[in-house]
């Protein structure tokens, strides 16, 4: 059983331009899903690049066969037809995106820009993202798609958050607090790290989406 939350709040300005979203696969009920997008602030269309980067690779996902989707070049090609359909569309700008699913003891994905995806198996953290490349971003037509995949045994618990949540709250702080707690309690600290002191104001989006086993009681 599979256990999945996420959170997002706008922070440091008027529209939340990160996107995400979070499904079992229809044919596979133990094949999730996780897709999350951070659109380029300080342009126009970076909130609409990011709901049509994951709504593109979630339907270029849901294209495959479930056997295809543990192939990590599958997902290469998922975020290179997701980077296609955000730069044939005139009002969406640039994001970043990160896409993957966990099924059968394997989480495998593909990422680019600088979101991020982490994975805590049997209490070993690992950057899945560390690979990717910020530039040319999803958009562009050429972002450049960097595939990954681990195994993940019982507990695990994955991530999927934007820069607004490893930036401010510092890398070595989220995986402390990945390998700690757990579901609504993590997602709590977390938020609770990165608020600016006083005024608990967010200075950028903050959208974390978490998968994990056993799922939280
Ligand atoms: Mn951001």
């Known amino acids: 059983m599979v256990g999945v939350q996420s959170y997002s709040e706008v922070g440091g300005h008027r529209l939340n331009e990160d996107a995400f979203c979070v499904q079992a ?13 951070d659109g380029q602030g300080g342009q126009a269309g970076g909130g609409p690049a990011a709901r049509l980067a994951c709504h593109s690779a979630l339907a270029a996902a849901l294209g495959c066969r479930p056997a295809e989707l543990t ?5 290469s090609g998922v975020l290179r037809q997701a980077d296609a359909a955000v730069a044939a569309d005139a009002d969406a700008g640039f994001t970043t995106l990160v896409g993957l699913c ?27 993202t560390a690979g990717q490349h910020k530039n040319p971003p999803v958009g562009s037509g050429a972002a450049v798609a960097v595939s990954f995949e681990a195994a993940v045994k019982e507990p695990w618990r994955v991530l999927v958050m934007s820069d607004g949540v490893w930036k401010y709250v510092g890398w070595d702080r989220v995986v402390e607090v990945a390998a700690r707690a ?3 309690a993590m997602i709590n ?7 600016l002191p006083g005024s ?18």
Do not use: I
């Open 25 to 37: 696969h229809p044919l596979d009920a133990d094949c999730w899903f996780a897709f999350l997008a």
């Open 71 to 75: 192939d990590p070049s599958t997902w």
């Open 102 to 128: 966990v099924s059968r003891g394997r989480v495998v994905g593909a990422s680019s820009g600088d979101s991020a995806a982490l994975l805590v198996s049997r209490g070993k953290a690992n950057e899945l």
């Open 182 to 184: 757990c579901g609504s």
């Open 189 to 195: 600290e977390l938020q609770r790290l990165a608020r």
């Open 200 to 217: 608990g104001g967010l200075q950028d989006d903050f959208t974390v989406v978490v998968l994990e086993a056993p799922a939280e009681r």
